[in-house]
């Protein structure tokens, strides 16, 4: 049926206009798709992100406009599939065969390989060296991709070399795997490669299921490693929850081709076959080269071996295979395996150890992190005797204790860390790990505040683990500023104990620093007139200084603006310090347990005592606000008021509003078509009033 427009023509666009639109989505495809493989897979992006947005969306809005020209392959659909309730069985045409592996980890597996294939070849010792092409071994799942006609219409994972999973949907995300290849492509192709995700990648996932555990989300976990958390991805149902995973993908290999009428290319050797694959817009490991003979396996096998770890993903080891199609044909296969490839391994980076026990460590900012030192095991190519245990919910929910038999993992310049308790080796007596409440180092109490993964050290001034930071911190150029005193100098100053507490400063003398290296007489008089000068400061700058958490330079305005004077600062009660506008819960509590450590309050005294001063005024007149203190939430309609003016006039009165309802809301001022917020509150028991309620507390 076709609709008529109110001009009585048949209505969507004419045809002049659909065929310009066309040709403009054609021209945004091919551009969008040149950009994404030079940012995705060459990694030298050309234009601005901002560029590549526009282009994007000029592309989504004409296919709105014109639906009938949205095709598979066009980069809006990459993302977009529904969720499925199953993956369907898809059958290789070309089985999709493993590698054997040779686990002599030294030279000799390069040397047994090549004497294999020269045997096989009925080569003898004085004919030329067999050429290989040699790749890295990738660590992550075999992927098979099918275009047809040069359109990518299907992926599938290996399964059991014969029937795999469909997985096309979550593969369309991996934005470095072209949806269409070039005129000239086979009217098959089948590509062949590894799906796996980058170290930096998997560090960034887990970081995010950490906070989600700590923010009380259930059924989360955190992945044990890229190669888990990749082949989870590919089976997710939902193309939405993969694409968060940031899949990468290296091609190596083919499957079933079949060739176009018209010609096009035809491969003798593997390596022009991997050349036309990156020429297609495939990434391919710049490390894939050719090599001669066994020598050269030997001397790819101790090159790549050395650049293992500063790799940027996992790699288990490499591929040596024979380069000409030809002689791939002649040697055939055993099994399941061909004998013209093999991967020839490295140390493994996972390994069994056992737990000596469990000491926490102080970060420079105070974190406090759980650590298992290990019996010392040989993993990922070094010798591991502590593995991180992240923190206190990582170490419960994997329930590491001391004496457990664990699987540790060290790859790259990664932290080790502990995977995994082996069930059934436990001693009885085990106990189970628990936070410590004061800090190891300094004695100072150990809190952990809501929502947050971790606990810190508050003695931040006097803790000796966060000297340094502390130090630069107050020699910031926005807080007390000693110009002069950077990096550099602190880290040379506490390690060579000179500095043991930030008050030390001002007894630096002319001998000390001259004694440090390279430290000219000229900087050593700098320093010393830079740190007199300090000590005339003003009193937001020494509160911002003091590096008390959540105390940023507005809030440390706010505060002095409010008390004036830093004695009624330090001895405010939590309730005193909410008055202050910019202060919240959080802040009033980090700011009490800040100056309820003695260790703290020394620190000021002492920088007070070695002259550091500023000028106090009195605390400005502040007529009591009704509502500090006080936390509301507001949901639905107003009868008078609009959002912004409720929470304009409540934070006015002292009150603070937030998003969304929890034990510490006091009142839901709840309006019309009140929703979820409202439910919350009714199971939490949170007080709920309405408009006229809200108008009544704030006159009071
Ligand atoms: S070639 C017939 N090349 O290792 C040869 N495989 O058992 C087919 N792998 O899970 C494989 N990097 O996904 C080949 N450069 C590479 C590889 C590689 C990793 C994986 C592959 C499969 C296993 C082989």
Same mark, same amino acid.
């Given at each position: 049926?076709?609709?008529?427009?109110?001009f009585?023509?048949?209505?969507? $666009?004419?045809a002049?206009?659909?065929? &310009?639109a066309?040709k403009?989505?054609?021209?945004?495809?091919?551009?969008?798709?040149?950009?994404a493989?030079?940012?995705?897979v060459?990694?030298?992006p050309?234009?601005?992100?901002?560029?590549?947005?526009?282009?994007?969306?000029?592309?989504?809005?004409?296919?709105? *406009?014109?639906?009938?020209l949205?095709?598979?392959?066009s980069?809006?659909?990459?993302?977009?599939?529904?969720p499925?309730d199953?993956?369907a069985?898809?059958r290789?045409?070309?089985?999709m065969?493993?590698?054997?592996?040779?686990?002599?980890?030294?030279?000799?597996g390069?040397q047994?390989?090549?004497?294999?294939v020269?045997k096989?070849?009925?080569l003898a010792?004085s004919d030329?060296?067999?050429?290989?092409?040699?790749?890295?071994?990738?660590?992550?799942?075999a992927?098979?991709?099918?275009?047809?006609?040069?359109?990518?219409?299907q992926?599938?994972?290996?399964?059991?070399?014969?029937?795999g999973?469909?997985v096309?949907?979550?593969?369309?995300?991996?934005?470095?795997?072209?949806l269409?290849?070039p005129?000239?492509?086979?009217?098959?192709m089948?590509?062949?490669?590894?799906?796996?995700?980058?170290?930096?990648?998997?560090e960034a996932?887990?970081e995010?299921q950490?906070?989600?555990?700590?923010?009380?989300?259930?059924g989360?976990?955190?992945?044990?490693?890229?190669?888990?958390?990749?082949?989870?991805?590919?089976?997710?149902?939902?193309?939405?929850?993969?694409?968060?995973?940031?899949?990468?993908?290296f091609?190596y290999?083919?499957?079933?081709?079949?060739p176009?009428?018209?010609?096009?290319?035809?491969?003798?050797t593997?390596?022009?076959?991997?050349?036309?694959?990156?020429?297609?817009?495939?990434?391919?490991?710049?490390?894939?080269q050719? *090599?001669?003979?066994?020598?050269?396996?030997?001397?790819?096998?101790?090159?790549i071996?050395q650049?293992?770890d &500063?790799?940027?993903?996992?790699i288990?080891g490499?591929?040596?295979?024979?380069n000409s199609?030809?002689?791939?044909?002649?040697l055939?296969?055993?099994t399941?395996?061909?004998r013209?490839a093999? *991967?020839?391994?490295?140390?493994?980076?996972?390994?069994l150890?056992?737990v000596?026990?469990?000491e !926490?460590?102080?970060?420079?900012?105070?974190k406090?992190? $759980? !650590?298992?030192?290990?019996?010392?095991?040989f993993?990922?190519?070094v010798?591991?005797?502590?593995?991180?245990?992240?923190?206190?919910?990582?170490?419960?929910r994997?329930?590491?204790?001391?004496?457990d038999?664990?699987?540790?993992?060290?790859?790259?310049?990664?932290? $080790?860390e502990?995977?995994?308790?082996?069930?059934?080796?436990?001693?009885h007596?085990?106990?189970?790990?628990?936070?410590?409440?004061?800090?190891p180092?300094?004695?100072?109490?150990?809190?952990?505040?809501?929502?947050?993964?971790?606990?810190?050290c508050?003695?931040?001034?006097?803790?000796?683990?966060?000297?340094?930071?502390?130090?630069?911190?107050?020699?910031?150029?926005?807080?007390?500023?000693?110009?002069?005193?950077?990096?550099?100098?602190v880290?040379?100053?506490?390690?060579?104990?000179?500095?043991?507490?930030?008050?030390?400063?001002?007894?630096?003398?002319?001998?000390?620093?001259a004694s440090?290296?390279?430290?000219?007489?000229?900087?050593?008089?700098?320093?010393?007139?830079?740190?007199?000068?300090?000590?005339?400061t003003?009193?937001?700058?020494?509160?911002?200084g003091l590096?008390?958490?959540?105390?940023?330079?507005?809030?440390?305005k706010?505060?002095a603006r409010?008390?004036?004077?830093?004695?009624?600062?330090m001895?405010?009660t939590?309730?005193?310090?909410l008055?202050?506008?910019?202060?919240g819960? !959080?802040?009033?509590?980090?700011?009490?347990?800040?100056?309820?450590?003695p260790?703290?309050?020394?620190?000021?005294?002492?920088l007070?005592?070695?002259?550091v001063?500023?000028?106090e005024?009195? $605390?400005?007149?502040?007529?009591?606000?009704?509502?500090?203190?006080?936390?509301?939430?507001i949901?639905?309609?107003?009868?008078s008021?609009?959002?912004?003016e409720?929470?304009?006039?409540?934070?006015a009165?002292?009150?603070?509003?937030a998003?969304?309802?929890?034990?510490k809301?006091?009142?839901?001022? *709840?309006?019309?078509?009140a929703?979820?917020?409202?439910?919350?509150?009714?199971?939490?028991?949170?007080?709920?009033?309405?408009?006229?309620?809200?108008?009544?507390?704030l006159?009071?």
């Amino acid at each position: 049926m076709t609709t008529l427009d109110m001009f009585g023509q048949p209505s969507g $666009p004419p045809a002049s206009q659909h065929a &310009s639109a066309a040709k403009r989505v054609a021209a945004l495809r091919a551009e969008l798709g040149a950009h994404a493989h030079r940012y995705y897979v060459l990694d030298e992006p050309t234009i601005p992100d901002s560029e590549y947005d526009r282009l994007f969306r000029e592309l989504q809005d004409l296919e709105a *406009a014109h639906p009938e020209l949205v095709t598979v392959d066009s980069p809006t659909q990459r993302v977009g599939g529904k969720p499925l309730d199953h993956f369907a069985s898809v059958r290789h045409k070309v089985p999709m065969l493993s590698i054997r592996t040779e686990t002599d980890t030294e030279a000799t597996g390069a040397q047994n390989f090549d004497t294999r294939v020269r045997k096989e070849l009925g080569l003898a010792d004085s004919d030329p060296p067999v050429e290989y092409v040699v790749e890295l071994k990738f660590d992550g799942l075999a992927m098979s991709l099918r275009y047809e006609h040069g359109v990518l219409v299907q992926a599938a994972t290996r399964g059991d070399g014969e029937v795999g999973e469909d997985v096309t949907q979550n593969i369309r995300t991996i934005n470095q795997i072209p949806l269409k290849l070039p005129a000239d492509a086979p009217d098959v192709m089948e590509v062949r490669g590894e799906v796996y995700i980058r170290r930096a990648d998997f560090e960034a996932l887990n970081e995010r299921q950490r906070e989600k555990i700590a923010q009380g989300a259930k059924g989360e976990k955190t992945f044990v490693n890229p190669r888990n958390a990749a082949a989870g991805g590919v089976r997710q149902l939902d193309p939405a929850i993969a694409a968060q995973r940031r899949l990468s993908f290296f091609a190596y290999g083919v499957g079933d081709i079949t060739p176009s009428e018209q010609g096009g290319p035809v491969f003798d050797t593997h390596f022009q076959l991997l050349l036309t694959l990156k020429s297609w817009g495939f990434p391919v490991a710049a490390q894939t080269q050719l *090599a001669q003979g066994a020598t050269e396996l030997i001397a790819f096998h101790q090159a790549i071996g050395q650049q293992r770890d &500063s790799l940027p993903y996992d790699i288990d080891g490499v591929v040596y295979k024979v380069n000409s199609l030809a002689l791939q044909r002649q040697l055939g296969f055993v099994t399941r395996e061909p004998r013209w490839a093999v *991967a020839h391994k490295y140390p493994a980076q996972e390994q069994l150890t056992t737990v000596v026990g469990i000491e !926490v460590q102080v970060g420079r900012t105070g974190k406090l992190t $759980p !650590v298992a030192k290990l019996a010392p095991v040989f993993v990922g190519g070094v010798t591991v005797t502590n593995a991180t245990l992240h923190n206190e919910d990582e170490a419960r929910r994997k329930d590491v204790r001391v004496g457990d038999t664990v699987i540790v993992r060290r790859a790259g310049d990664v932290i $080790p860390e502990v995977v995994s308790v082996l069930p059934g080796k436990r001693l009885h007596d085990a106990q189970i790990f628990t936070m410590p409440r004061t800090c190891p180092v300094c004695g100072s109490a150990a809190v952990r505040e809501e929502g947050e993964a971790d606990y810190r050290c508050t003695g931040g001034l006097f803790c000796a683990a966060q000297r340094k930071e502390a130090i630069l911190h107050y020699a910031h150029r926005r807080a007390v500023e000693v110009e002069g005193l950077g990096d550099k100098l602190v880290e040379q100053l506490v390690d060579a104990n000179v500095i043991r507490v930030l008050p030390d400063i001002y007894k630096l003398g002319l001998t000390a620093l001259a004694s440090l290296d390279r430290m000219a007489e000229k900087s050593a008089n700098n320093l010393i007139e830079a740190l007199e000068k300090s000590k005339q400061t003003t009193l937001p700058r020494f509160l911002f200084g003091l590096g008390i958490r959540h105390v940023g330079e507005a809030t440390a305005k706010a505060l002095a603006r409010h008390f004036a004077k830093l004695d009624a600062i330090m001895d405010a009660t939590e309730e005193q310090l909410l008055e202050v506008g910019d202060v919240g819960p !959080v802040v009033a509590q980090s700011i009490r347990t800040f100056f309820d450590q003695p260790h703290n309050r020394e620190v000021v005294e002492q920088l007070r005592a070695c002259g550091v001063t500023w000028e106090e005024g009195e $605390p400005a007149a502040v007529a009591p606000k009704p509502l500090s203190g006080k936390t509301f939430v507001i949901t639905g309609t107003l009868p008078s008021l609009s959002r912004d003016e409720a929470k304009d006039l409540i934070e006015a009165a002292g009150g603070k509003v937030a998003g969304s309802v929890s034990k510490k809301t006091n009142y839901v001022v *709840a309006g019309s078509e009140a929703g979820s917020k409202l439910v919350k509150a009714q199971e939490l028991g949170v007080a709920v009033i309405d408009e006229a309620v809200l108008l009544t507390l704030l006159s009071r």
